[in-house]
Every structure is written in C-alpha cells, then in structure tokens.
C-alpha cells in the first residue's frame, strides 16, 4: 500500500525563509523545511493499482501556471485544541482551479480523496499537547508581517509519504507539468 497526496512543492527560498520561523514553541513538532509542501488532495492509503491509475489520471490536468504568495500565519482547528501551526496563502484563483481540476480528474477514475474544504496553507508545525494560548499568541504576533515574494508555481506533484524516525517522509513519485499559454477561457473550460 501507497501513502499518496498530491501537491505543491515550494522553491529553496521559501523553505529557507519558512525554516527560520521554526522556533519559539518549545511542544511543536516542527515539519522538516524539505518536507514542506502546500497540499491540493490527500489520497491516503491506495493500492498499487490505484496508484498507477491516479499517476495515469493527473496527466490529464491542464490548467495555466500561476504564481503563489505566502503570506501570514494561523493554525487549525480555528477553535479548541490547536493541532497545526501554518503558513497562509494569498488567494489566487488558479490555484483553485489547479485544486479542483486535481480532484475531479481522480474523481473520474474513480480515485477517493479526503473530502475537507480546500484550505490553501503550508504545515509548519503540529502539536501533541497544544502550545499555552500566551505562547502561541505571542508566536502569531512576533510573526504577524510574514509574507513571501510571489513565485512560479509550473508544476505539481504526486508523493508518497511513510513514517520513519518520528518524522514524515515523502518522495516525488510522478510531476506534472503546468501548460504555459493556455487560455484563461479554454483553462477554466476544463
């Protein structure tokens, strides 16, 4: 069995930037700054075939390449118990559509996704025990300015993920590029 999602990867940079915040919470399990990813669709656990038909299926995504910005900090669940500390992302609209056409195209090969609302936002940090709230506030404000330079978003990944010495792990397993020159009418039309 597969462990597979599919995804964003983001440039050095922003990895490099990101990975500087990564202090401050002592209970957080921080995400390796090479691990970090901004997620369109969670497959789960698949089979092999599974596998191969969604690596066959995401070939048929066509959308424009776009370009994506970073910019402020929240966590989930919005209320309770913090669990995930992440980086926001300012709203682009084909980044929406990239994430539709994802869904949709496993959709039609008969490919199960997570069903959540697509919430654009790059995982920092997870919480066993939820960070004291003046602690967690007190991050949020030191970091309230944080925002990215926009960058090239041409293409997007299919990964595997295992787990191995507490921490996560995922490989590229398929890329697929973004399609320069495509209309915004015959884009949005797919």
């Known amino acids: 069995m597969n462990r597979l999602f599919v995804a964003l990867d983001l440039p050095r940079y922003a990895k490099d930037s990101l990975a500087v915040m990564q202090q401050g919470l002592p209970d957080a399990r921080w995400v390796d700054a090479d691990m970090l990813h901004l997620t369109l669709a969670f497959l789960g656990e698949v089979d092999r075939p599974t596998f191969i038909d969604a690596m066959h299926g995401l070939a048929r995504v066509e959308t424009r390449p776009f370009d994506l910005e970073l910019q402020g900090l929240g966590f989930f669940p919005n209320r309770g118990a913090v669990r995930q500390l992440w980086a926001g992302v300012r709203p682009e609209p084909e980044l929406e559509r990239l994430q539709r056409r994802v869904v949709r195209a496993l959709a039609d090969i008969d490919v199960v996704v997570e069903k959540r ?13 939820p960070p ?3 602690r967690l506030q007190a991050f949020l404000q030191r970091h309230s300015l944080f925002r990215l330079p926009p960058f090239p978003v041409s293409d997007f990944h299919l990964y595997s993920s295992w787990l191995g010495a507490g921490a996560a792990h995922y490989e590229i397993e398929a890329s697929y590029e973004l399609v320069p020159g495509l209309e915004p009418d015959a884009a949005a039309r797919r």
């Open 117 to 129: 609302r697509f919430v654009p936002h790059v995982t920092l940090a997870r919480f066993r025990v």
């Open 132 to 134: 004291p709230e003046p």
